[in-house]
């Protein structure tokens, strides 16, 4: 009876993340894994979702502690029963929201892994060499523009997939990305990927396109959509040791080291929260110690006194010898 009591519950709650908060497939698959699990757990001890209390929500993240969850993880599935909880005060079904003092698990943060510019380069050539209508093959074409996007535009590979061709425009070097919950952004375009996406356009896209009214920008080989793992294989065959999302941070990192603020790279990456684009708070730290360093007309004194004293100390011990 619970069984069907939680199932009931969570198909209800996923139809409002799908149609009414626009969240897509995947999230939501991911929401349904989070509330099955604590819905087991809860069964277990004859309760159900709408009557959990607050200790059976603790029980449940202490168990998931003592199974030896990650912190984050834990973390996640407690911000989705916050979710599933908000949603049921809404709805008016409980009085009481049973997640409202429970602690979320102290996790370290781990910063972003990126690569350096010349593996991205190096990653970009091997997609791809001379890309032209004689020497470059359709394939090829495609994998070096979606290098570029992945990289240039900092866009998600959901992002990247879902991309119609309507939604570039090479002419004023941007396109349209749809985000997380369908939220539109512009992403403008540099001149190397500008130049990949025209290429690839002319004579990599005719070439892979099988039905005319196929609207994705990037084509499988078979003419359909690209999928997701498509994608993620052609960035480990360029470099083993990356991945779609590292392409992303690599951009993020790249742009704060050559001087972006955080607020430019929130509205590139599509972020919602400026607190997700402060893990690149380190980087703009170093650079502005830098810049200070390089530019204040005491930011030097330290270094030029330290380098005197070195000097003098290293002139009256020869002298004493």
Known sequence: METNRNLDLIRGYLTYLRVEKGLRPLTCEAYQRDLLQCAEYLEKTNSFLAAAKHEDLAGFVAHLQTHQVEARSRARKLSCLR????????DKRIAHDPTIHLETPAGWKVLPKSLSEAEVVAMIDRAGHTANEQTGSSQSLRDRAMLELLYGGGVRVSELVGLAVEDVSLQQGQMLVRGKGDKERIVPLGQPAVKALAEYLEYGRVGLLRKANVRQMFLSQRGGPLTRQTVWNLVKRTNHRA???????????????????????QTLLGHADIATTQIYTHLALGRLKAVHRAHHPRGKRIFVAAAETSSKTEKSSKEIA
């Open 83 to 90: 979710g599933l909880y908000r949603w049921l005060l809404l």
């Open 243 to 265: 991945s779609p999302h590292m392409l992303r941070h690599s951009c993020a990192t790249h742009m704060v080291e050559h001087g972006a603020d955080l607020r430019t790279v």
